[in-house]
């Protein structure tokens, strides 16, 4: 089976987007931040890998070092990229793409998703940890799982009158987002952010909402992804705990009952979504620094 992978080193502007977006949508690990469009969005460069005809497709984002050398890195705004493939994604799949990966990329530090299972011990690796929380159930069932803390939370933002708002602009959300949440990339991931609500506003497959106080003034914001049974939050931003405790559980309010994962899509090291009786979800980081004393 695997002596017949094929697997091709291609630059992105020589990928067939209608066949990527096809093996995303369809891999049984696939997930928003695998499509092209979203890919494009986050990424300032990227090449990929490719079993056969788009069996299996990798996204590799890179930045220029010295000479023709490249460093795969996981940018702002994309939790995990990794293989998604329509085929099983065995130990063998996972490790023939990590062996195909160009010997011009010098140094490697990528999330794969979730799904992969564990990595060569060729890479130094550690996990991370995500949160998720199924909906299924109704919202009664699901708020008697919240914590002490979160409902104090709760409470709190009930007792001050803050009001949930839907459909907020882009804009807005942004604009809270880099105030609340200092970036360490300059512009470029507020204009990514953009690029993301645009693209998911676009094809419907996401929307903004937020919490305001009683003057008008945005407390809290957030941009939902639709995608694989899943709706994941893209960019939490607030003013105060209690406004974005609010926000969430709106959310849930308005999903619960259905059959959603509510993926947290924090950052490592972020537990905070254990007080909504999120569970942990870990994947993997994995490393690999194939320079000469780590400069050539």
Same mark, same amino acid.
């Given at each position: 089976m695997y002596l017949s992978m094929e697997i091709r080193w291609i630059a992105?502007?020589?990928?067939?987007?209608?066949?990527w977006n096809g093996c995303v949508h369809y891999a049984g690990n696939g997930n928003i931040f695998g499509y092209k469009w979203y890919l494009d969005s986050v990424a300032k460069e990227w090449d990929a890998l490719i079993e056969n005809d788009y069996e299996s497709v990798f996204p590799l984002i890179y930045r220029?070092?010295?000479?023709?050398?490249?460093?795969?890195?996981?940018?702002?705004?994309? !939790?995990?990229?990794?293989?998604?493939?329509?085929?099983?994604?065995s130990p063998k799949r996972v490790q023939a793409f990590l062996g195909a990966i160009p010997?011009?990329? !010098? !140094?490697?530090?990528? /999330?794969?998703?979730?799904?992969?299972?564990? /990595?060569?011990?060729?890479?130094? @690796?550690? @996990?991370? @940890?995500?949160?998720?929380?199924?909906?299924?159930?109704p919202y009664d069932t699901i708020s008697e799982r919240f914590?002490?803390?979160?409902?104090?939370?709760?409470?709190?933002?009930?007792?001050? /009158?803050?009001?949930?708002?839907?459909?907020?602009?882009?804009?807005q959300i942004a604009a809270l987002y880099r105030k609340q949440r200092p970036f360490k990339d300059g512009e470029f991931r507020f204009h990514a952010l953009h690029r993301i609500?645009?693209?998911?506003?676009?094809?419907?497959?996401?929307?903004?909402s937020g919490v305001q106080d009683k003057n008008g003034h945005l407390m809290a914001a957030n941009f939902w992804l639709y995608s694989h049974g899943k709706?994941?939050?893209?960019?939490? /931003?607030?003013?105060?705990?209690?406004?974005q405790a609010l926000l969430f559980d709106a959310l849930i309010q308005s999903h619960a009952g259905r059959p959603l994962l509510l993926d947290f899509n924090v950052a490592p090291g972020e537990d905070w979504p254990a007080g909504f009786g999120a569970a942990p979800n870990p994947y993997f980081r994995l490393q690999k620094d194939k320079r000469w004393l780590g400069i050539l």
């Open positions: 992105a502007e020589n990928i067939d987007k209608n066949k220029p070092m010295w000479g023709k050398h490249r460093e795969l890195y996981q940018p702002s705004l994309l !939790r995990e990229s990794g293989i998604y493939s329509v085929n099983v994604l010997e011009e990329y !010098r !140094r490697i530090d990528i /999330a794969l998703n979730e799904q992969h299972p564990a /990595a060569p011990e060729a890479y130094e @690796t550690s @996990t991370h @940890t995500n949160y998720q929380l199924w909906l299924q159930d914590s002490k803390d979160l409902q104090a939370l709760l409470s709190s933002a009930a007792a001050q /009158a803050w009001q949930v708002i839907a459909n907020i602009k882009p804009e609500m645009y693209n998911a506003l676009h094809r419907g497959w996401g929307f903004g709706v994941v939050s893209l960019s939490p /931003a607030a003013v105060d705990p209690a406004a």
